[in-house]
T-cell receptor
């Protein structure tokens, strides 16, 4: 299957700082990328959907000014957690699809964010 | 609103003891039902996509089946390396961007 690389795998930051997480599709062009967060022993909750060259679509309850998403190219999307607080500590996972009709999404390895 | 419910929440098996995991779903129109495997601290790994009732897919010791209301993931003669969380997700026909709605998963532990 296709490879999606997410970086960093772990990050610890101080409260009030910003953190950027990168998601890259390594061997295919991803027209659509998705960002999820996952709390311990819970399922993946979709945060936002991003399409290359356009604004991200955020799910209800997700603050777009806090979770900035940029999908500048067909192989890279970034999620920036701004002014992070301890409650933002979570496991963030991205996924990517090759096209509108492609129902197979490939996931990155995830990023464990800890805000202290 | 789409709903996905997985059961059991956790399952402990002895090596070689076959069992099934259940995924019940409610959608207005199903585009696809997905099964993923997730190891601790890792992203989900794609296993299967099922599109229509009656469809079955197999991969090694795993077999996924689909009806109009639920899907089963059958595990035959499991090994300890099959221990993981198995996630089910659905995609509705009316979603424009292939949105997946996930269940909470079944944590499987296979003991030697």
């Amino acid at each position: 299957g296709a490879v999606v690389s997410q970086h960093p795998s772990r990050v610890i930051c101080k409260s009030g700082t910003s953190v950027k997480i990168e998601c890259r599709s390594l061997d295919f062009q991803a027209t659509t990328m998705f960002w999820y967060r996952q709390f311990p022993k819970q399922s993946l909750m979709l945060m936002a959907t991003s399409n290359e060259g356009s604004k991200a679509t955020y799910e209800q309850g997700v603050e777009k000014d806090k979770f900035l998403i940029n999908h500048a190219s067909l192989t890279l999307s970034t999620l920036t957690v701004t002014s992070a607080h301890p409650e933002d500590s979570s496991f963030y996972i991205c996924s990517a699809s090759q096209g509108r009709l492609n129902t197979e999404a490939f996931f990155g390895q995830g990023t464990r964010l800890t805000v202290v | 609103e789409d709903q996905v419910t997985q059961s059991p929440e956790a399952l402990r098996l002895q090596e070689g003891e076959s069992s099934s995991l259940n995924c019940s779903y409610t959608v207005s129109g199903l585009r696809g039902l997905f099964w993923y495997r997730q190891d601790p601290g890792k992203g989900p790994e794609f296993l299967f996509t099922l599109y229509s009732a009656g469809e079955e897919k197999e991969k090694e010791r795993l077999k996924a089946t689909l009806t109009k209301k639920e899907s089963f993931l059958h595990i035959t003669a499991p090994k300890p390396e099959d221990s993981a969380t198995y996630l089910c997700a659905v995609q509705e026909v009316n979603t424009g961007f292939q949105k997946l709605v996930f269940g909470t998963g079944t944590r499987l532990l296979v003991s030697p």
